[in-house]
């Protein structure tokens, strides 16, 4: 079965340490999208990447990076330098122009 | 650049009736029209999109309305039943804006038994 896949479902930080979200997809999408979601809110763009190394920042990117090696593959690095960063994060993907997006199950990211 | 308003932000109903959550977006140039539902703890799922060629697409008890002159669509549920209850995200996406979808803040649905 084709799908996005989010790995792993709960993640836990200590102050000052960075961790990295995957994020896989098979469905031969272009584009891939993260997103931040907060308690009660909506959905908030971090980064986004329409093609194979290349990205652009989104709405919030700061504390933030990604990297595009693989068509497949999106992952996000929560850095130190994100002062807030507890949160479920989101991964999208779609295949081109006008049509929804595909999200992921998402990574509830907790620091402690 | 775009901007998607989505009313109302919380939605309680009795199960077996209907709701209705209406969303504004700004860009006249927008010209597709996705609906997402959220369950808890979940990602959002597509449930229903309408492009703007069409002024109605229904699907069972879900039906989507576009307004292109007033600039406003809807998602209309009738006869609500329990796991209907989710959060509800509208978004609007326009040819020159690549992939990119401009997403409401969300409405919480809740039906009671």
């Known amino acids: 079965d084709g799908g996005i896949t989010q790995s792993p479902k709960y993640l836990f930080r200590k102050e000052g340490q960075n961790v990295t979200l995957s994020c896989e997809q098979n469905l031969n999408h272009d584009a891939m999208y993260w997103y931040r979601q907060d308690p009660g809110q909506g959905l908030r763009l971090i980064y986004y990447?329409?093609?194979?190394?290349?990205?652009q920042k989104g709405d919030i990117a700061e504390g933030y990076s990604v990297s595009r090696e693989k068509k497949e593959s999106f992952p996000l690095t929560v850095t130190s330098a994100q002062k807030n960063p507890t949160a479920f994060y989101l991964c999208?993907?779609?295949?081109?122009?006008?049509?929804?997006?595909?999200f992921g199950s998402g990574t509830r990211l907790t620091v402690v | 650049g775009e901007n998607v308003e989505q009313h109302p932000s919380t939605l309680s109903v009795q199960e077996g009736d209907s709701a209705v959550i209406k969303c504004t977006y700004s860009?006249?140039?927008?010209?597709?029209f996705p609906w997402y539902k959220q369950e808890l703890g979940k990602g959002p799922q597509l449930i229903i999109d309408i492009r703007s060629n069409v002024g109605e697409k229904k699907d069972q008890r879900i039906a989507v309305t576009l307004n292109k002159t007033a600039k406003h669509f809807s998602l209309h549920i009738t006869e609500t039943q329990p796991e209907d209850s989710a959060v509800y995200f509208c978004?609007?996406?326009?040819?020159?804006?690549?992939?990119?979808?401009?997403f409401g803040g969300g409405t919480r649905l809740m039906v009671k038994p």
């Open positions: 978004a609007a996406s326009r040819d020159n804006a690549g992939n990119m979808l401009t």
């Open positions: 860009d006249s140039a927008s010209n597709y």
């Open positions: 999208a993907s779609s295949i081109h122009l006008n049509y929804g997006y595909t």
């Open positions: 990447s329409q093609i194979v190394n290349d990205f």
